[in-house]
């Protein structure tokens, strides 16, 4: 219990220091981002490496596994954001404040889960099996949205949202920093407010997959919180580093497939072996080994085709100037 206590104050430490740095809305340049980034990742190997030395090497490598995990499945993550900011027209001084208390409800909403994850698991073994099955499914999905090469182009509303912007009411116009406002006598919400709630609702859809994940990894809840916290935690500097690089990660959805498909089915063979039949069970070495593999892998070939996918689209540019000019030259001539 103590250990909980003091992460738990360690982290809120953490995130109370960033909130103090970033409490003064501004435009977060890519220097900014990218130094915050490597401080929250350095953090998290540091945090890491302290597993490692106080419960041991499976310890450490359960938690790198799944913070690797986490953070990659993040990643996916930030293309739905970025849709939310464009739905809600956030300014760019503001996206930052948003994506903190975002996050921050993400990370509240998921620690939810992760107890109610450890207590089914604990009570009922057999539920691997759902878990298993569910991953597996999940990354056939993912395959298929892949393969069927389509756009998200728009985010829609959940229901909750809807209902609760209908019974608080919303302000036509972002004030500031401000959650709430006073207009017409009434007290509303401001835009603000509404995309917060929009970011840390669909990361909690997000966790659905993820959570389950996790726990094909490891089964210790301390360490499932500890990596979902370090890997929501430097989500938000991610999101100004990659901004208009996430479009050239275009084998992510394959990569996460293999993936949740691997853990997916290491799920399923622990739950066999804890169902007393005799079936070989994926180390976590070899489960990290795999993890680092496909993302190098997946991130290797989207450069190459985005880089591909570049030159044609200037090939083809390039043609259709020249055929523009050369029919100009052809009326000139006539």
């Known amino acids: 219990m103590t250990i909980w206590v003091l992460t738990v104050l360690g982290l809120s430490a953490l995130i109370a220091i960033d909130f103090f740095i970033g409490r003064k809305p501004h435009d977060v340049s890519i220097k900014e981002a990218g130094i915050w980034t490597v401080v929250w990742i350095a953090l998290a190997v540091l945090f890491g490496v302290g597993v490692t030395l106080w419960g041991g090497g499976q310890a450490g490598g359960e938690f790198f596994a799944g913070f690797i995990t986490e953070k990659s499945l993040s990643v996916d993550n930030l293309f739905v954001f970025i849709l939310i900011m464009a739905k809600f027209s956030v300014p760019t001084h503001l996206q930052q404040r948003v994506l903190l208390i975002g996050v921050l409800i993400a990370l509240v909403l998921r620690a939810i889960f992760i107890a109610a994850g450890a207590a089914i698991i604990a009570s009922f ?136 498909g691997f853990i997916g089915v290491k799920l399923v063979l622990h739950a066999m072996h804890e169902s007393g039949l005799h079936v070989p069970e994926i180390s976590i070495p070899l489960s990290l080994s795999v993890i680092c593999g496909v993302l190098v892998v997946t991130t290797i070939t989207s450069l190459i085709a985005s880089r591909r996918q570049s030159e044609k689209a200037a090939l083809e540019a390039a043609e259709r100037d020249g055929a523009g000019s050369k029919d100009s030259k052809d009326s000139v001539e006539a």
């Open 125 to 260: 073994s057999w539920v691997f099996y759902l878990f298993g099955a569910f991953l597996i499914y999940t990354a056939w999905k993912l395959v298929k949205e892949a393969m069927a090469d389509e756009e998200e182009d728009e985010w829609d509303e959940n229901r909750l949202l809807k209902s609760i912007e209908k019974k608080f009411g919303v302000a036509d116009r972002y004030h500031g920093t401000k959650l709430f406002i006073v207009q017409s006598g009434k007290k509303v919400m401001t835009p603000l407010l509404v995309v917060m709630l929009a970011i840390g609702m669909t990361d909690v859809l997000f966790a659905m997959d993820s959570i389950p994940a996790i726990f094909g990894l490891t089964q210790d809840p301390y360490i499932v919180f500890t990596a979902n916290a370090f890997a929501l935690m430097g989500l938000r500097q991610l999101y100004f580093l990659l901004g208009g690089l996430l479009k050239k990660l275009v084998h992510l959805s394959y990569g996460l497939s293999v993936i949740l």
